[in-house]
């Protein structure tokens, strides 16, 4: 609820004012609460609205040594579901010490999220422009959904950058009484936890980022960076088709195969496996393989995706085939909610994105000139769509933007430490190989020699650094790498796969 700009920003100072606990619906054992912040952090003058936050207790509290302040990736990610799936996250030590804590970053979930029409967002125009008139009935559509959103949204809608999540993470700190924090974010919660190390050192007793954003990249190094990990993830798992007689494809080219199957799709001749009335596009394959690469428990089943596309049939209840049936849903669904759309709204995360990276694209001309470098980078993927998503998604966010990318300044008595996959499809290894040298002296990298998006329980190594450092505030060596780990000996803790493009939600998961 948004309170009405008066003076309430001075009654209700977060320092001030102690969090009214109570337990969580979902678990008794986690408490629930929410914390009252400015709108515009900026001018606190001019409304309030109420941050949604979570906390469960240290096991030990002799042993307590603070809290672990946990930053959920996305965008559009539940700090406040982090804090209640935190025993299977985090080991029994940390559990004892640390008190788990977490918000909602503002936007999203229980923390007044950004709201759109159903049925406008699924009328999103196809993301791979042909034309200069594609390109402007994008530009136009965006301009009327960022209409829509706000309308129904409310002033929330152009403050829901990150920075200004820091901002009410340092509140979250005040209210609890705590003199400083502990940190695990993961994927674009990375950007949280760098903005707050930035603009409150003295605040940070260990900060872990896992799986990092890079805040300093322009358009085409943001293009091309997530495309090269894209088919560095692809070359991983044709890689593993070559040597694993697992895979449907072993003993084919691969990677010819995987052309071929696209090549198809550009022609129209695929669909869904055993629903012939529901077109595949090359576009959907690859945000489908892309998905699969969050994890390399995937790899099976994406081989078995890849068989079952190029036969029409299906052959099991894979979540990738669920994930492409998934669109004759949304189609369905358009349908009946059609002439009561005032009335069905969706969650859209994506303006925080656009509010914390200003990717400019001019025209087509440009648009089909990233195009064509991204297909040399990617020969196989052609391009992320992660990176078509979110450029095409926030093209026309007139600007300034409250958080645009800038090289991190950080200088904190502890460093912070950056974990990677080598193969990380997502938060892509050369962001944190650049996130680590803008950190300088404030900063250590620990690579995940292995595969997949988020470091923590992907083997005793990676766990076992974090946990480290977490509690004693010890660093690995300088150069630390973990040795990759069998997919079947992983405890995965990855995103599951991101919804269709031009569905609800369809944007991108960091």
């Not at 100072?13 to 929410?34: F, K, L």
């Not at 940070?204 to 300093?216: E, G, K, P, Q």
């Not at 645009?404 to 080598?422: E, G, I, M, Y």
């Not at 995965?492 to 944007?507: D, H, I, K, N, R």
């Amino acid at each position: 609820m948004i309170t009405p700009a008066t003076r309430a920003a001075e009654r209700t100072d977060p320092a001030r004012t102690a969090i009214s606990w109570t337990p969580c619906p979902e678990d008794a054992a986690v408490d629930c609460g929410t914390i009252t912040v400015p709108i515009d952090w900026k001018h606190p003058e001019g409304g309030t609205f109420q941050v949604g936050v979570a906390r469960r207790k240290a096991t030990d509290p002799a042993a307590r040594i603070g809290v672990l302040a946990l930053g959920a990736g996305g965008p559009g990610g539940s700090g406040v579901n982090l804090v209640l799936t935190s025993q299977r996250r985090f080991s029994p030590d940390v559990l004892r010490r640390f008190d788990i804590v977490g918000l909602d970053p503002r936007g999203t979930n229980r923390s007044h999220p950004v709201v759109c029409s159903t049925d406008l967002m699924m009328q999103a125009p196809d993301p791979l422009m042909k034309s200069q008139a594609d390109f402007d009935r994008r530009v136009a559509y965006n301009e009327s959904l960022r209409a829509d959103c706000r309308a129904r949204t409310g002033p929330l809608f152009d403050h829901v950058d990150s920075l200004s999540t820091a901002a009410d993470l340092d509140a979250f700190r005040a209210a609890l009484g705590e003199r400083q924090l502990s940190f695990w974010g993961g994927s674009y919660g990375t950007l949280l936890g760098q903005l707050y190390a930035e603009r409150y050192p003295n605040r940070v007793r260990a900060f872990v980022l896992d799986s990092t954003m890079d805040h300093s990249l322009g358009t085409q190094a943001f293009m091309d960076t997530e495309t090269w990990g894209a088919q560095d993830a692809f070359d991983e798992f044709a890689a593993w088709c070559d040597r694993d007689s697992r895979c449907l494809q072993h003993g084919q080219d691969v990677k010819a195969f995987w052309r071929g199957l696209l090549e198809r799709a550009d022609r129209g001749e695929l669909h869904v496996p055993g629903e012939p009335g529901t077109p595949v596009t090359a576009l959907m394959i690859v945000d489908a393989a892309l998905g699969a690469f969050y994890d390399p428990a995937n790899w099976l089943p994406l081989s078995q995706l890849l068989a079952d596309l190029d036969s029409g049939q299906a052959t099991g209840g894979s979540a990738l085939r669920m994930s492409l049936a998934g669109a004759q849903k949304y189609d369905a669904r358009k349908s009946d909610t059609q002439a009561n759309s005032a009335e069905e709204v969706s969650p859209n995360p994506l303006q925080i994105f656009c509010l914390d990276y200003r990717l400019p694209i001019r025209d087509y001309r440009e648009f089909s000139g990233h195009l064509r470098r991204l297909a040399k980078i990617a020969p196989e993927m052609r391009y992320s769509t992660i990176a078509i998503a979110t450029t095409v998604g926030c093209l026309g966010t007139p600007g300034p933007i409250p958080n645009p990318q800038h090289r991190l300044n950080v200088r904190t008595d502890t460093p912070l430490l950056v974990a990677n996959s080598l193969h990380d499809p997502a938060t892509v290894y050369p962001w944190a190989l650049g996130t680590t040298r803008q950190l300088g002296r404030s900063g250590r990298l620990l690579t995940y020699e292995g595969w997949g998006h988020i470091v923590l329980g992907r083997g005793a190594c990676g766990n076992g650094a974090i946990d480290s450092y977490l509690l004693t505030r010890t660093l690995p060596a300088k150069g630390a790498r973990c040795p990759a780990v069998p997919p079947a000996e992983v405890s995965t803790l990855s995103e599951p796969v991101a919804p269709l493009p031009g569905t609800p939600g369809w944007s991108f998961r960091f």
